[in-house]
């Protein structure tokens, strides 16, 4: 399997940067889906200035510059070099956002003090086990803090850990990355497995147009 840096690397060297509004003018937004200006927002997260907010994989720190205008402790963690540079570019004057390079499981498991929201969109959360990474996130989660994560539904009969592909040149192999894909079901019974309440999984339909597949998005509480 691919040493994951390597592959989010290349991933963020194929990625068209953040545009410099939305489509109502805005200069930073939360956006949970694969589609621009569509789905909820930040207020999906429950938090307010002040909050101390956790993004598990947060590339070039679009969503997480979001949360620090709203003037939250915005933290993030990934693992790709590229990503984070990007971000640091893009937004290093903003105050209240803090970045790290590192594995997931791995931050939790050594920071400190509690978080308001955990979060992840198409991150690291849809990269780590579950197993290893839900008790974690539950460890740091002040009581009645959220976890909400974003990712595509699964395809039809192709449940549990799946293999991601991540093309190269023409020349070479994909790079392979593991991804967890359950029904929005499996998800709810696995984080009450986990210690977590009031567990919600939906799937956000596409906005019109050729593209069909939405985004399944799932809440819980700590």
Same mark, same amino acid.
């Given at each position: 399997? @691919?040493?994951?840096?390597?592959?989010?690397?290349?991933?963020?060297?194929?990625?068209?940067?953040?545009?410099?509004?939305?489509?109502?003018?805005?200069?930073?937004?939360?956006?949970?889906?694969?589609?621009?200006?569509?789905?909820?927002?930040?207020?999906?997260?429950?938090?307010?200035?002040?909050?101390?907010?956790?993004?598990?994989?947060? $590339?070039?720190?679009?969503?997480?510059?979001?949360?620090?205008?709203?003037?939250?402790?915005?933290?993030?963690?990934?693992?790709?070099?590229?990503?984070?540079?990007?971000?640091?570019?893009?937004?290093?004057?903003?105050?209240?956002?803090?970045?790290?390079?590192?594995?997931?499981?791995?931050?939790?498991?050594?920071?400190?003090?509690?978080?308001?929201?955990?979060?992840?969109?198409?991150?690291?959360?849809?990269?780590?086990?579950?197993?290893?990474?839900?008790?974690?996130?539950?460890?740091?989660?002040?009581? $009645?803090?959220?976890?909400?994560?974003?990712?595509?539904?699964?395809?039809?009969?192709?449940?549990?850990?799946?293999?991601?592909?991540?093309?190269?040149?023409?020349?070479?192999?994909?790079?392979?990355?593991?991804?967890?894909?359950?029904?929005?079901?499996?998800?709810?019974?696995?984080?009450?497995?986990?210690?977590?309440?009031?567990?919600?999984?939906?799937?956000?339909?596409?906005?019109?147009?050729?593209?069909?597949?939405? @985004?399944?998005?799932?809440?819980?509480?700590?």
């Amino acid at each position: 399997m @691919t040493d994951t840096a390597i592959a989010w690397d290349t991933y963020a060297q194929q990625r068209p940067e953040r545009r410099p509004t939305n489509a109502r003018g805005e200069t930073t937004w939360f956006n949970w889906t694969q589609y621009p200006d569509h789905g909820p927002g930040a207020e999906l997260l429950g938090v307010a200035a002040g909050s101390r907010v956790l993004d598990l994989g947060c $590339g070039k720190g679009g969503n997480l510059a979001h949360l620090a205008s709203l003037d939250c402790s915005a933290v993030g963690v990934d693992v790709s070099p590229a990503q984070l540079q990007g971000a640091r570019e893009r937004w290093g004057q903003m105050p209240g956002m803090e970045l790290h390079r590192a594995e997931a499981v791995e931050f939790l498991r050594g920071a400190t003090g509690m978080f308001d929201a955990v979060y992840s969109v198409y991150g690291a959360v849809w990269f780590t086990d579950p197993a290893r990474l839900l008790p974690a996130v539950r460890e740091r989660l002040r009581p $009645g803090g959220r976890l909400v994560f974003s990712q595509q539904p699964p395809v039809e009969g192709c449940y549990g850990c799946q293999a991601s592909y991540i093309p190269r040149g023409a020349d070479e192999d994909p790079l392979v990355v593991k991804r967890w894909d359950y029904e929005p079901q499996v998800w709810e019974r696995l984080l009450s497995e986990y210690g977590f309440t009031g567990t919600r999984a939906t799937v956000l339909a596409a906005p019109p147009g050729n593209r069909t597949v939405g @985004t399944l998005i799932i809440q819980a509480r700590a």
